[in-house]
């Protein structure tokens, strides 16, 4: 039989796992919310992180009307590149159409940006550089409440996944995960909009459910589904064999922040994966004024996440 440890001297490994390596810090000293970071191989390659701009808010509620683009080569010094667009680019939009959570991705030489717009419409732009000139890639949006079957109560918090086969995905939705097959194009639905199913979620622990912010990526052949529990929300993970899904509850990804929402995206890159979220770390931050932080996403042998600590 093992001794326990002497509690002294067990004080340092069980530090090491409840400690962050490293204090989280925010990207940049601009308020910034609902990060869409990506690598692409523009001009030898950099990451561009598309943003909800939460500088530009009332400080009252999410209700800035442009989005945030930030670079950087190497994770760590993040450059501010400024308003790639801004909602007035989809004209169909309500008046009163706030700038959410975004998500962007390449493919055959152009860049394509998802946009809630309303809280009840999803647009997509296009644009042959990644940092400005979008323009509505439809002219009308590619998911809507009131035309699409299964849209959902508030299509917000587009995701893109693009699998190995070519096939882009699109995930959003509030409370109730929706996935719809997007065609080549990148800017029209293929097929119906699906629930997400996420089995084994704990019935002891009622607040572990599906809230908003869906994200899909992939890792040795494993589909993982992140997702925020809520307001407030912890990041959960789920993971299925399909981009579809069904997906099976896993654990936590990161804890409750002190704010009323968490959303997060992870990017994996030259061998190294990243947990992109917000949190409350700039002065005068608050639930309307959050900032963008990154951590180191690391896995276990048996491919589970291990729970990112800040
Ligand atoms: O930024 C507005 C909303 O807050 C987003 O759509 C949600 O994901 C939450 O982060």
């Known amino acids: 039989m093992q001794r326990p ?3 002294l001297a067990a004080l340092p490994l069980a530090l090491a796992f409840v400690l962050p390596a490293q204090a989280a810090e925010p990207i940049a000293p601009r308020f910034n919310a609902d990060p869409s970071p990506h690598w692409f191989p523009l001009d030898g390659g950099k990451f561009y992180l598309y943003a909800t701009d939460d500088a530009s808010n009332s400080g009252k509620y999410w209700d800035s009307v442009s989005w945030r683009l930030y670079t950087s080569k190497d994770m760590r010094s993040w450059q501010d590149a400024g308003v790639p667009l801004d909602v007035t680019v989809f004209k ?22 998802y946009a809630p717009v309303g809280g009840d419409k999803i647009g997509v732009a296009v644009s042959s550089r990644p940092d400005g000139g979008f323009v509505d890639a ?7 409440k009131a035309r699409d079957l299964n849209a959902g109560d508030e299509p917000i918090d587009p995701a893109v996944f693009v699998d190995r086969d070519g096939q882009a995905y699109l995930y959003f939705g509030t409370r109730v995960p929706k996935v719809v097959k997007l065609k080549a194009d990148m800017v029209s639905l293929d097929g119906p909009i699906l629930d997400v199913a996420i ?10 459910k599906f809230g908003e912010a869906p994200f899909l990526h992939q890792r040795g052949g494993v589909y993982y589904f992140t ?15 399909s981009p579809l899904g069904p ?9 409750y922040l002190t704010i009323s929402t968490n959303h997060q995206a992870i990017v994996e890159h ?13 002065p005068g931050g608050s639930s309307h004024r959050r900032s963008i932080a ?6 276990e042998a048996d491919g589970s996440i291990r729970q990112v600590t800040r």
């Open 270 to 282: 030259d061998g190294k994966s990243w947990l992109f979220y917000h949190d409350n770390l700039l």
């Open 199 to 208: 089995a084994g979620l704990p019935a002891a622990d009622p607040k572990k």
């Open 227 to 241: 997702f925020s529990s809520g307001w407030p929300g912890q990041i959960l993970y789920a993971t299925g064999s």
């Open 5 to 7: 440890m002497p509690y």
């Open 294 to 299: 990154i951590a180191p996403l690391e896995y």
């Open 247 to 255: 997906f099976t509850y896993r654990g936590v990804v990161l804890d």
């Open 138 to 144: 439809r002219l009308d949006p590619l998911v809507d």
């Open 92 to 113: 169909w939009a309500r008046p009163d159409a706030k700038a959410w959570a975004p998500e962007a991705a390449y493919r055959n030489g152009n860049y394509y940006f």
